[in-house]
C-alpha cells in the first residue's frame, strides 16, 4: 500500500528537548516535504527536498532543521523546540516534475500533534 | 507571491442539501493547479478535487463539484447531498505550473472552512 508515515503521532515535550519527527515513504518519490497546520493558518510549508541531499527552506523555516540522506526518509528536526512550535505537522511526498508518469497527487502522512511545554 | 483566501471561517449545512465553500487566490501566473482537500477529525488530509487552470470545464468527483472562475480567480466548492461524513474542515490549494526549484511541488493553503452538517 502506497502510504506516507510519520512518528511519533503525538508528542508532549519541554522546552529545549532536541526531538525528531520522522517521516518515510514507500513509493520511490523524489519530493518531500513538511508543513505546520495552525488554527487560521492553515498549512504552511516549512522546509522540502528534491532528492537526496537536496534540500531547502520553505516559508517558515526558523527552528527546524531536516535532512535527507535516504530516498524514503526525511526527518524534521527541532534543536531547541519552543512553546512556538507547538503545531500539527504533516510530512508530504510526490513525484518530481520532471519524472515520467508525473501525478500531481501529494501524498500526505497522518500528522504528527506537537506540544511544547 | 501567491495567497490563496477562504472566507469563510465555518459554515453549515443540512443533511442532502447542496453548500458552496468560497475559495478565491491570488497569482500572476497563467499556469497552475487548484485543489480542495478535505480534513475530518482523524486529521489525515484527503484529496477531494482538482482543476488545472487550462482547462475550461469545470472538474467533477461524484457529489463534489467546482465553479472554476479564472478571470475572478474564484474556485468554489459545491457539494450536493450533504452526508455526515462530509463533516470536516476543507481547505483550498494552489500549486504553481512552473516546473523549477521549490515552485515545483509546493502547496499553499488557505485557512481552511470548517463546514458542519446537521442531521
Known amino acids: 500500500e502506497a502510504q506516507v508515515t510519520q512518528n511519533p503521532r503525538y508528542l508532549i515535550t519541554v522546552t529545549g528537548k532536541k526531538l525528531t519527527v520522522t517521516c518515510s515513504q514507500n513509493?520511490?518519490?523524489?519530493?518531500m516535504s513538511w508543513y505546520r497546520q495552525d488554527p487560521g493558518l492553515g498549512l504552511r510549508q516549512i522546509y522540502y527536498?528534491?532528492?537526496?541531499?537536496?534540500?531547502d527552506k520553505g516559508d517558515v523555516p526558523e527552528g527546524y532543521k531536516v535532512s535527507r540522506k535516504e530516498k524514503r526518509n526525511f526527518p524534521l528536526i527541532l534543536e531547541s523546540p519552543s512553546p512556538n512550535q507547538t503545531s500539527l505537522y504533516f510530512c508530504?511526498?510526490?513525484?518530481?516534475?520532471?519524472?515520467?508518469?508525473?501525478?500531481?497527487?501529494?501524498?500526505f502522512g497522518p500528522g504528527t500533534r506537537l506540544t511544547v511545554l | 507571491a501567491q495567497t490563496v483566501t477562504q472566507s469563510q471561517p465555518e459554515m453549515s449545512v443540512q443533511e442532502a442539501e447542496t453548500v458552496t465553500l468560497s475559495c478565491t487566490y491570488d497569482?500572476?501566473?497563467?499556469?497552475?493547479?487548484l485543489f480542495w482537500y478535505k480534513q475530518p477529525p482523524s486529521r489525515q488530509m484527503i484529496l477531494v478535487i482538482r482543476?488545472?487552470?487550462?482547462?475550461?470545464q469545470n472538474a467533477t468527483e461524484n457529489r463534489f463539484s467546482v465553479n472554476f472562475q479564472k478571470a475572478a480567480k474564484s474556485f468554489s466548492l459545491k457539494i450536493s447531498d450533504s452526508q455526515l461524513g462530509d463533516a470536516a474542515m476543507y481547505f483550498c490549494?494552489?500549486?504553481?505550473?512552473?516546473?523549477?526549484?521549490?515552485?515545483?511541488?509546493?502547496?499553499?493553503f488557505g485557512t481552511g472552512t470548517l463546514l458542519a452538517v446537521q442531521p
Open positions: 508530504a511526498s510526490s513525484t518530481d516534475r520532471a519524472s515520467s508518469p508525473w501525478t500531481d497527487t501529494q501524498y
Open positions: 513509493m520511490n518519490h523524489e519530493y
Open positions: 527536498s528534491m532528492n537526496v541531499e537536496v534540500t
Open positions: 497569482t500572476s501566473e497563467s499556469d497552475y493547479y
Open positions: 482543476q488545472e487552470a487550462y482547462k475550461q
Open positions: 490549494a494552489y500549486r504553481s505550473g512552473l516546473n523549477y526549484g521549490g515552485a515545483t511541488n509546493k502547496l499553499i
